[in-house]
């Protein structure tokens, strides 16, 4: 067995609305049907520019008892951030900047240069460019 690389990252949410808006204002992905939803899910996929769809999405209380254990916005355990690797450093920055979102840059950790925000749910969302 070979772990290949991450699939995808579910997020509950009580605010479908403004969690699809970050994701596609800060990070340009684009709202599709979740195939959940045929189980009673309400929510989406969210899917990068290749088509993969790596952020479910799902609103809090839509099924029974999923979710009903954790409380958004508060911390899900030992899970500290999500890091997506990308392209367009300066893009990136002024596409959030114009969005009036509030980030922290980290310039040359690692041979990265970062860029550090909160999605509405409480999560810390790192963006990792190649530095150079």
Not at 66 to 89: I, K, L, Q, W
Not at 109 to 125: E, H, S
Request: charge should be negative.
């Amino acid at each position: 067995m070979a772990v290949k690389g991450l699939d995808h990252v579910n997020i509950l949410t009580e605010d479908l609305a403004a969690t699809i808006a970050f994701y596609d204002g800060a990070l340009g992905m684009k709202a599709g049907r979740s195939p959940a939803e045929q189980h009673g899910y309400q929510g989406t996929w969210l899917y990068d520019e290749t088509g993969h769809p790596g952020v479910h999405v799902v609103v809090k209380g839509t099924l029974a008892n999923y979710g009903t254990d954790h409380r958004v916005g508060e911390p899900t355990g030992a899970v500290h951030h999500v890091a997506f690797r990308c392209e367009g450093f300066r893009e990136a920055q002024d596409r959030i900047a114009a969005l009036g979102m509030t980030m922290r840059v980290n310039d040359g950790i690692a041979g990265l240069r970062q860029i550090m925000l909160t999605d509405p749910n409480g999560i810390t969302i790192e963006l990792n460019y190649p530095a150079g």
